[in-house]
DNA sequence: ATAGTTTATTTAAACGTTTAAACAAAATTT
DNA sequence: AAATTTTGTTTAAACGTTTAAATAAACTAT
């Protein structure tokens, strides 16, 4: 019923008779040959046996610590975002860190505020997914000196910390694969968005048709954010009104080939015969769909568990390094639906 | 670059030429009718202009509180979990809180250390999915007087704050939807463990079976946990080599359900005609699928709301209150593909 | 014997708040 | 004019740690 009082150091200091600095020191390991094997032993035993766990709030007040590190999100109903969350969580809580988590919805306000008040709870990092036009934000947080790292979306212009995916490399590979498999006329749909990494991607797109000698004129098309099942069944009538003898589609995200698939369903689209899908992200759903839809699949455990190491390294010694890695993912093509792991 | 110093109490009390103690006071409108109406505003003025923001810590430290609470999850990875937590996030934030989030995976141990992690932070309340057979370590938290809810899973013998779906009510009313829908046979798919809701789901749909005088003989399949794939293909074969003449299935979640429209498009079933299917939990995927599903939606809005309601209340005044909340969901039946909100 | 080292431990300040209690000055009552 | 009350503010301890600096005792070395 009444909240049992938790051990401190004095406790264990009274019960060893020592002071409490010496206590401190042996738990933390701090001067292990200035002192006694015995009475460090003896101390030990003690804050086992009494079960002391040290107060987080007290040592991250003296040392300006907080053992926590703050994760922003687009939107955690989002599975894209609970999946790189995940993958982070595994990896912070490994070095018994915890992990505050917020969603800021593309928008600025509630970035500002979740940024706003994971600093003031003294996280000792943050990842970070940006949103539109947060330049200014980002640098404030790299001038204040906090440890941090841009994931998914980035800034290539500016020297911030960044690890995602290659994202010119990943729309044409995919277009690559689509050429390989016969494909002459190639449809594109992505997010109508100043985010860099859709740039990227339309320009791995564009670049890789051109390269093989398709154009991509009246081929892409750029959907709004939001409302996505009537935009997306826009663009896709448009897309196949203009180009009637296209012959293949590639998505720029998991929620644009979820609509374009539904797009497949309702309109009996002939997949892949007349028309082969391939979509972007790995998503469980993918072989609800009657015929198996290849894709490009982030590395997104390499992801987080880069981003998490350099946050660490960051956190230990700040200012040391920065970081910029682009990985690379690989394409998943059909394997017999029977066959998933 | 470095850290620039945070502005402190004591930098507003020697900016208004007043002691620490009436800065705090004044911010934290303590004795207000104490204190002179001008010396109150020059404060907060001062307090304004250097942008002030209390250190969380230092105030945790001697409140003994943190503004922080703790979930504890399945597993972030998955949808349900994430979209339960995206609610939570909004209902916790919108308090001026923060969220500590961890996934359990089912595993006791890990659970454990959560609860341990958390409660060491100081989180000032606990929302818990539990894992199986969790009962001890409950009341532990409880007797430690810790603020806590349950939600989704919960022990019905023992008097926990729990908030969570009627899952027998919702069960029931799927069989009821079903056989208004023409069906005489009924078959259910979902896990084989403790967890008492999966009982309740399945006593829903056994009592209801039998209320509308369908037998329930080997129409009842249950999965192991893992291995989703091979397990629910082989449930899905049994139950119908078993049951010739089935016209409908249900499935206990939307994973299942998500397994069960695999089977059914490699298997080419003929869904909805000769057999229906109905879902549990809403899912974006579902209109993957040729045909509607229709489901049974867990108001997990609500769910989230309430038990951060309690929450918040509980923290406010410890001991006052339990709550045991069994709320109600809903049946979607399939609208026209076309018009989806 | 005395000074200098080494070894083992303690003292005390600090981190940034909150808050009970003390205090001083002004206003009010006797 | 003395005593009391009211008004406005300050003092100082406390929350549970960490850590530089001080200290004390036990050994060298001279």
Same mark, same amino acid.
Not at 47 to 65: I, S
């Given at each position: 019923?009444?909240?049992?009082?938790?051990?401190?150091?004095?406790? +264990?200091? @009274? #019960?060893?008779?020592?002071? !409490?600095?010496?206590?401190?020191?042996? /738990? =933390?390991? %701090?001067?292990?040959?200035? +002192?006694? @094997? #015995?009475?460090?032993?003896? !101390?030990?035993?003690?804050?086992?046996? /009494? =079960?002391? %766990?040290?107060?987080?709030?007290?040592?991250?007040?003296?040392?300006?610590?907080?053992?926590?590190?703050?994760?922003? /999100?687009?939107?955690?109903?989002?599975?894209?975002?609970?999946?790189?969350?995940?993958?982070?969580?595994?990896?912070?809580?490994?070095?018994?860190?915890?992990?505050?988590?917020?969603?800021?919805?593309?928008?600025?306000?509630?970035?500002?505020?979740?940024?706003?008040?994971?600093?003031?709870?003294?996280?000792?990092?943050?990842?970070?997914?940006?949103?539109?036009?947060?330049?200014?934000?980002?640098?404030?947080?790299?001038?204040?000196?906090?440890?941090?790292?841009?994931?998914?979306?980035?800034?290539?212009?500016?020297?911030?910390?960044?690890?995602?995916?290659?994202?010119?490399?990943?729309?044409?590979?995919?277009?690559?694969?689509?050429?390989?498999?016969?494909?002459?006329?190639?449809?594109?749909?992505?997010?109508?968005?100043?985010?860099?990494?859709?740039?990227?991607?339309?320009?791995?797109?564009?670049?890789?048709?051109?390269?093989?000698?398709?154009?991509?004129?009246?081929?892409?098309?750029?959907?709004?954010?939001?409302?996505?099942?009537?935009?997306?069944?826009?663009?896709?009538?448009?897309?196949?009104?203009?180009?009637?003898?296209?012959?293949?589609?590639?998505?720029?995200?998991?929620?644009?080939?979820?609509?374009?698939?539904?797009?497949?369903?309702?309109?009996?689209?002939?997949?892949?015969?007349?028309?082969?899908?391939?979509?972007?992200?790995?998503?469980?759903?993918?072989?609800?769909?009657?015929?198996?839809?290849?894709?490009?699949?982030?590395?997104?455990?390499?992801?987080?568990?880069?981003?998490?190491?350099?946050?660490?390294?960051?956190?230990?010694?700040?200012?040391?390094?920065?970081?910029?890695?682009?990985?690379?993912?690989?394409?998943?093509?059909?394997?017999?639906?029977?066959?998933?792991?």
């Amino acid at each position: 019923m009444s909240k049992t009082r938790k051990v401190k150091l004095s406790d +264990i200091a @009274k #019960e060893a008779e020592v002071s !409490i600095a010496l206590v401190s020191y042996v /738990l =933390n390991n %701090r001067h292990p040959d200035r +002192i006694k @094997k #015995e009475t460090a032993a003896r !101390i030990k035993k003690i804050a086992k046996k /009494l =079960n002391y %766990r040290p107060n987080p709030l007290a040592k991250g007040l003296r040392t300006q610590k907080s053992n926590a590190i703050g994760l922003i /999100l687009a939107d955690l109903a989002n599975p894209f975002s609970a999946q790189i969350a995940r993958i982070i969580e595994d990896n912070v809580i490994g070095s018994d860190y915890i992990l505050l988590i917020g969603s800021m919805d593309e928008n600025m306000d509630k970035f500002r505020k979740l940024v706003d008040t994971f600093v003031n709870h003294s996280v000792d990092g943050l990842i970070i997914v940006s949103p539109e036009n947060a330049i200014k934000e980002i640098k404030a947080i790299q001038k204040q000196g906090i440890p941090h790292v841009l994931i998914d979306r980035y800034f290539p212009e500016l020297p911030f910390n960044f690890v995602g995916n290659d994202n010119f490399f990943s729309t044409r590979s995919c277009v690559e694969q689509l050429v390989g498999n016969g494909r002459k006329s190639i449809g594109f749909i992505t997010h109508d968005t100043d985010y860099f990494h859709f740039h990227e991607r339309k320009r791995g797109f564009v670049t890789a048709c051109h390269e093989f000698g398709m154009n991509t004129e009246n081929k892409v098309m750029e959907v709004a954010l939001s409302d996505l099942n009537t935009n997306v069944d826009r663009a896709m009538a448009t897309l196949l009104a203009k180009n009637p003898d296209m012959d293949a589609i590639l998505f720029s995200t998991s929620v644009l080939t979820l609509y374009g698939l539904k797009y497949a369903v309702r309109n009996q689209l002939n997949v892949p015969e007349r028309i082969e899908f391939m979509g972007f992200d790995k998503a469980e759903y993918y072989d609800i769909f009657p015929s198996p839809i290849p894709y490009y699949e982030q590395p997104l455990e390499e992801i987080g568990k880069r981003a998490v190491d350099f946050l660490m390294l960051e956190i230990a010694k700040p200012g040391a390094q920065t970081v910029r890695e682009i990985v690379k993912g690989s394409l998943k093509v059909a394997k017999p639906l029977i066959e998933k792991s």
